[in-house]
């Protein structure tokens, strides 16, 4: 594919993003959780779990799907019928697990009614992937584009329209209504990726054949292990405050989501970038392994930087971010996201040295990875949070920044002795130069009358500064991404 093409539809994507997912998390979901308060704290647990439970559906194979129509479109399209076969066959065996855990857990029938609709959702979700993955596999990257934000854009539709035009809509949203809103919006985009995919790939339709797709599962399972504890220990936090907090469970979740949705609208960002290492690094490892410095380093400076300079941007002015957003926070939220800022430095050193070691095959190092550090976080999170009274949240959050701390510098550290990467690399000396310029500013701002003078506006302003400063010394430079772009299009 041509570099301009492929530049073209990197930033067609982003755009798209761009435009839809902040409205969907911000506009939509942050809104939802201020209508129906703490009961949000129930849905996050529940979903955190149903991205967990996702794994059934998809066992990674999206991916070998994805490579696979790009090399052999007659063969997935045979395969084609085997997946989608087997994927209700496995939404069987969720909805049997779904009534067994009504049998042998205390959930209320809310509860029950939630957990069903939220894994329906994550069917769909795979569903749509699996669909996607075709159009990816043969390039048609704008039409995969539409259909990532298709379902966001419907939710800002349905649910907009009720909470901010219809005469007292908002009475008519709890979060059941909500999840239920989701499932319609999940089910049209099911229902248009399959029909697209359909219409133009003309699969072959036949009796879904399960020796063949044996095979693929058994190629598939380190994949899916390395998701399943990844997801565990990123994702798990939610479902033990709920749980296992002294005082209220359903609050301390839902202070803890109103922190992480934060992190994850940072991370979905993060992801898009992150998307352009695996190939290269694939490419790089198999035909110029000494180029795998400049990558790691080039990465490093966009991912890491921007990852510190939320940190310190959370560190001063975190909870007034949260009192901007919601109607009802703690006076802990600014800690609960500081926490977590630091968390998403680990996670986006994690894209980094893990896309690293997964091109590399490494798959049984960065699994043992993932489970010492799914221990650390389940252990002192079962251990912290009943022992605290009114502070769950803030555990949770600390766990989190200490997990994914340790899990980046085992990689990290793995990933330096591995490939001979160096210790310190050149560019170290900017990020205590960045911290420096940020806590001057702030310290500045918040001793002066400045911060009166802005009064509402000085949000903006922080955010301007701390993204000049990224460009002052180079974490975000334009032309490196550029060239960014165009090496991953020759890997096309």
Request: hydrophobic share 55%.
């Amino acid at each position: 594919m041509k570099e301009r093409s492929f530049y073209s539809n990197l930033f067609f994507s982003l755009g798209l993003n761009l435009l839809v997912k902040p409205i969907a998390i911000f506009l939509i979901d942050a809104t939802v959780q201020n209508i129906v308060g703490q009961q949000y704290g129930i849905y996050f647990a529940f979903f955190n779990f149903s991205l967990i439970i996702s794994i059934v559906f998809d066992l990674g194979v999206n991916n070998y799907s994805t490579r696979l129509s790009a090399q052999n479109l007659p063969e997935a399209k045979k395969l084609f019928s085997t997946i989608l076969g087997l994927r209700f066959l496995l939404l069987l065996v969720y909805l049997a697990g779904i009534g067994l855990l009504k049998v042998f857990v205390a959930l209320s029938w809310m509860e029950y009614r939630l957990i069903l609709l939220l894994g329906l959702n994550q069917f769909l979700i795979a569903n749509i992937s699996f669909f996607r993955s075709y159009f990816a596999g043969l390039q048609y990257f704008r039409l995969d584009a539409f259909l990532s934000i298709l379902d966001r854009l419907l939710l800002i539709l349905s649910v907009g329209y009720i909470i901010y035009f219809y005469p007292d809509g908002f009475k008519l949203i709890d979060i059941e209504s909500y999840s239920i809103y989701q499932f319609g919006c999940y089910a049209l985009s099911f229902l248009v990726a399959g029909c697209l995919a359909f219409y133009l790939i003309k699969p072959q339709l036949e009796i879904p054949r399960l020796n063949t797709f044996f095979p693929i599962v058994k190629k598939s399972i380190p994949f899916a292990l390395l998701i399943v504890l990844m997801t565990l220990y990123t994702r798990i936090d939610a479902l033990l405050l709920l749980h296992f907090s002294v005082d209220n469970g359903t609050q301390e979740a839902a202070y803890y989501a109103q922190a992480y949705r934060l992190i994850d609208a940072l991370y979905m960002f993060a992801m898009v970038f992150a998307g352009l290492l695996f190939p290269m690094f694939a490419k790089m490892l198999k035909e110029n392994p000494s180029a795998i410095a400049a990558l790691v380093s080039q990465a490093s400076k966009l991912l890491l930087g921007s990852s510190l300079a939320f940190i310190v941007f959370s560190l001063f002015r975190g909870g007034l971010l949260i009192d901007q957003i919601y109607d009802n926070t703690s006076v802990e939220s600014n800690s609960i996201l500081f926490l977590l800022s630091i968390a998403f430095f680990g996670m986006a050193s994690n894209l980094i040295y893990g896309s690293l070691l997964t091109a590399n095959g490494s798959l049984k190092v960065l699994n043992t990875i993932s489970f010492v550090g799914l221990l650390v976080n389940i252990s002192l999170n079962l251990i912290l949070i009943p022992k605290v009274l009114n502070n769950g949240a803030v555990m949770a959050a600390g766990v989190a920044a200490l997990t994914q701390i340790l899990v980046a510098l085992a990689q990290a550290i793995y990933c330096k002795r591995l490939f001979n990467l160096p210790l310190v690399a050149r560019h170290f000396y900017r990020f205590p130069l960045l911290v420096f310029g940020l806590l001057f500013w702030f310290v500045v701002v918040d001793r002066t009358p400045i911060g009166y003078i802005y009064g509402d506006w000085i949000l903006l302003i922080d955010i301007l500064v701390t993204m000049f400063l990224l460009l002052a010394f180079k974490f975000i430079d334009v032309k490196e991404l550029i060239s960014l772009v165009q090496t991953r299009s020759k890997t096309q």
